[in-house]
């Protein structure tokens, strides 16, 4: 069957659409239901059930004929939409616990696979349907690569429609209603399984409408084997699944001196707050207000809040305001205007929406300015200075464009950012952030230190400890972290001001670990023990170095300062750290082993499945079946492939997330872009004759190889050049960025498969399963690779993996040449 019709590429195209859009939709439900770092198995999964489907038509090429190839496409594409509802419902009704406790391990090990075979199923028919189209039609695999691109472009803005207006359980019967209409499509020339593509589509589309009004499928978050809290609110996007919970009756505090706290209960100077939830575990309170400030005033004796008592009437900014208890903090302590910056538009509805009343309309007050963007590039592109910079607590645990790593990946915490916000401060301004703090060794506080003072120094201070201070309440009783607050501040902090600061921190009970000038002066109050006096004594003697790098690099964990190119600030851990004790009594220090254990976890087993699925069924295949063998230099040149382009694909999102001002903004658009060109790319390829592709090649690697290491190092200068523009602008210079790189990535795949098809043809869906396996192993080691040696680094990986395939096809080419003059 050489010729492929119309309606089959379209078909083509909605089972592409379909699998990637239950990939995005699943990234998020793992993140509500497992964990965050949990995200990362999403991708693999798809990828893995694509190459299996590959290995499968490899032992069964008789699939694959003519006569039989267009009704397999039509059932894999109908088991794809039937796969979809039934799988998800198994997976929900799986006990897992994603925790390392070792009591438990083999058992949630266990469940794990279980979890792994249920959700491969629907990945493996897609993959089926499109490795026997590309089997089928390998002669127009350009044409056919471009339907499946397309396709996949498409399903990044499915699922994020889908995600908005039907919430998780309704984006995944939406993405069965996709497979399902593939399936009708594909039967317009089969009328015996028309009458059963219509009846699973209508049925499919009757659960969606059903769930909507009656909420049949419920996504909880027993992470813990505890059922969830009554819900107040519940609403999903594609940045995370957003949820409200019964009024609490009691103050709440981040960090507050312990006696202030039971006397603000005794008194009852306090109002109820309600729970907001991000992905289950984020937390941030949505405080009761009435209108009046001073009945909020016990926000004002917050650690949060501790930059108020230096700087009065100040014009603030806070990052991640949340349910609005840092905005109500900055106007109870005086602050005339207070601008506050939310990625996530969920958290503003929900605060705006149903709990309007109980906030008191906070969000639309005169004095408060609400705005729903990327706080980092907000700040840039403003023109305004500030007195107070806030940022407490800003980390999501929830999975973002970059799965795994999305909590480690935080461009709020780089020199980069730093160095901004010191633009965007007064002459008298401070950058006030608060973070975790663990005394026996505050590794998350010295690399909130250390990154701040790389930035001040690239703003041109020459002497930046003299602008910082850091003030804690240390861990409690039973408390295994505290927190602390550090403050930036754009000029040096005078010796008033340290006075100043001394004071109001022995007055609320908190303690001075660095101020300047504080080194000879009494050490904590006498309340404080000797682990705290050793944590004191370790910030201060990191700021006061001679040498920090020397500090930095003997410290037992990873404090050096983060950066745009190297942007994991919460990956404190380094693999020798693995195995050491002391971190499992932190939260903050768990999650980063936990992830970084995912991961590797991620690789072991992309090599296992690649041993299990390419190794061996390549020498039982060839040597006891007598199947087409293809050689090594072809399946190197196809896995190098998968592997570059995710190489290219993961960084590239991670980079444009502050760039375009939301991470939702940069997963679709980045995701679109390059699919979209590729699939041009891949239709152009298809169009030319095969007596030219030879003189393509001696081009095309080159080329694509030297716009790989432009887009990693000039793209980099274009971004910052043009970050202060309107979005439309941005969107522009993105799409200009990709378009050129995204059209020849997307030639070197079909151009492979044409060769192939022509010379090798019983070894094409072997060819398909070994680039899906390298493409898992290519976005695991993406991360990696990040995190160890960073963005531009990983893009130039990816240049070199590019220029290897590019020689391998050459020898290929020229090696059967030669074979034909013989």
Excluded at 218 to 243: D, Y
Aim: charged share 15%; proline share 4%.
């Amino acid at each position: 069957m050489r010729n492929v019709d119309r309606h089959q590429l379209i078909g083509i195209s909605l089972t592409s659409m379909s699998s990637l859009s239950l990939e995005i939709v699943l990234t998020r439900i793992f993140s509500v239901t497992m964990g965050y770092h949990f995200a990362f198995l999403a991708i693999s999964l798809a990828l893995m059930g694509s190459a299996m489907a590959g290995v499968i038509l490899y032992f069964f090429p008789q699939l694959t004929r003519p006569k039989h190839v267009q009704r397999w496409i039509c059932l894999a594409a109908l088991t794809q939409a039937l796969s979809i509802p039934l799988t998800f419902l198994l997976y929900l009704r799986i006990p897992l616990q994603a925790t390392l406790d070792d009591a438990v391990l083999l058992q949630q090990s266990l469940w794990m696979a279980l979890i792994c075979v249920d959700l491969t199923l629907p990945f493996f028919a897609s993959g089926l349907t499109l490795s026997l189209a590309i089997s089928a039609w390998s002669e127009k695999a350009g044409r056919v690569y471009w339907a499946d691109l397309t396709g996949a472009s498409l399903g990044c803005l499915l699922s994020i429609i889908a995600l908005e207006n039907l919430g998780g359980a309704g984006a995944v019967l939406a993405v069965a209603v996709g497979a399902a209409l593939a399936g009708l499509t594909f039967t317009l020339k089969l009328k015996r399984l028309q009458t059963l593509s219509l009846l699973i589509a209508v049925t499919l589309l009757g659960l969606i409408l059903g769930n909507a009004r009656w909420n049949w499928i419920t996504i909880s978050a027993n992470r813990s084997g505890v059922e969830e809290a009554h819900r107040l609110h519940e609403h999903w996007n594609a940045h995370s699944r957003v949820t409200v919970y019964d009024i609490a009756h009691y103050p709440f505090f981040w960090s507050v001196d312990i006696n202030y706290w039971n006397k603000t209960i005794e008194q009852g100077r306090f109002l109820n707050h309600a729970l907001l939830l991000i992905d289950a575990v984020a937390g941030t309170p949505i405080q009761e207000f009435r209108g009046h400030l001073d009945e909020v005033e016990f926000l004002h004796y917050d650690l949060t809040s501790f930059a108020y008592h230096l700087i009065k009437q100040p014009q603030t900014l806070v990052i991640g305001p949340g349910g609005g208890r840092d905005v109500l903090a900055a106007l109870a302590s005086g602050a005339p205007h207070v601008t506050a910056v939310e990625v996530n538009p969920a958290v503003i509805a929900a605060v705006r929406g149903p709990f309007a009343d109980f906030s008191g309309h906070l969000y639309e007050r005169p004095d408060v300015t609400v705005v729903v963007d990327d706080a980092r590039g907000y700040i840039t592109r403003s023109p305004d200075r500030y007195d107070i910079i806030q940022a407490s607590l800003i980390d999501t645990w929830a999975s973002g464009g970059s799965g795994a790593f999305a909590l480690s990946e935080n461009s709020l915490y780089t020199v980069e950012a730093f160095r901004t916000y010191y633009d965007h401060l007064t002459d008298r301004g401070i950058l006030t952030v608060s973070r975790w703090y663990l005394t026996e060794r505050p590794a998350e506080t010295l690399r909130l230190i250390s990154t701040g003072l790389a930035g001040w120094a690239s703003a041109g201070v020459t002497d930046p400890q003299r602008h910082v201070a850091v003030v804690a309440r240390p861990n409690l009783s039973g408390e295994s972290e505290g927190m602390a607050t550090t403050l930036f501040k754009r000029t040096p902090f005078t010796q008033r001001e340290v006075t100043l600061l001394k004071e109001k921190a022995e007055h609320l009970g908190f303690v001075v670990l660095y101020a300047p000038g504080l080194l000879d002066q009494d050490p904590p109050v006498e309340a404080q023990n000797e682990a705290q006096d050793e944590g004191q004594n370790e910030v201060s003697r990191f700021v006061t170095a001679e040498n920090r790098r020397d500090f930095i690099s003997t410290y037992p964990l990873d404090i050096s300062p983060a950066t745009d190119d190297r942007p994991f600030f919460f990956n404190l851990v380094r693999f020798g750290d693995f195995w050491d004790m002391s971190l499992s009594t932190s939260g903050v220090y768990r999650a980063s082993v936990e992830a970084i254990l995912i991961l590797a976890v991620v690789l072991g087993v992309t090599v296992g499945m690649g041993v299990l699925f390419i190794l061996l069924p390549l020498w039982l295949g060839a040597r006891r079946r007598g199947l087409a063998r293809p050689s090594g230099g072809l399946l190197a040149y196809f896995g190098m492939l998968g592997a570059a382009f995710m190489l290219v694909e993961i960084p590239t999102i991670q980079r444009l997330t502050v760039y375009l001002g939301r991470p939702i903004y940069s997963l679709a658009i980045v995701l679109f872009s390059i699919l979209i060109f590729s699939g041009l790319g891949s239709l152009w390829i298809g169009r030319r004759s095969y007596e030219r592709l030879s003189r393509l090649l001696r081009h095309l690697f080159p080329l694509l190889v030297a716009m790989v290491i432009l887009h990693a190092t000039a793209g980099v200068w274009l971004l910052e050049i043009t970050i202060g523009q309107p979005f439309t602008t941005r969107l522009a210079v993105t799409m200009a960025l990709l378009a050129p790189l995204g059209f020849l990535m997307g030639i070197p795949f079909p151009l492979g498969m044409r060769w192939a098809g022509t010379h090798r043809p019983g070894v094409v869906p072997w060819l398909w399963g070994v680039n899906g396996t390298l493409s898992v192993l290519g976005s695991a080691l993406s991360i990696a690779l990040a995190i160890h040696v960073g963005l531009r680094a990983t893009l130039l990986v990816s240049a070199g993996l590019y220029g290897l395939a590019g020689l391998l096809l050459t020898q290929e080419t020229n090696r059967e040449h030669k074979h034909q003059s013989i």
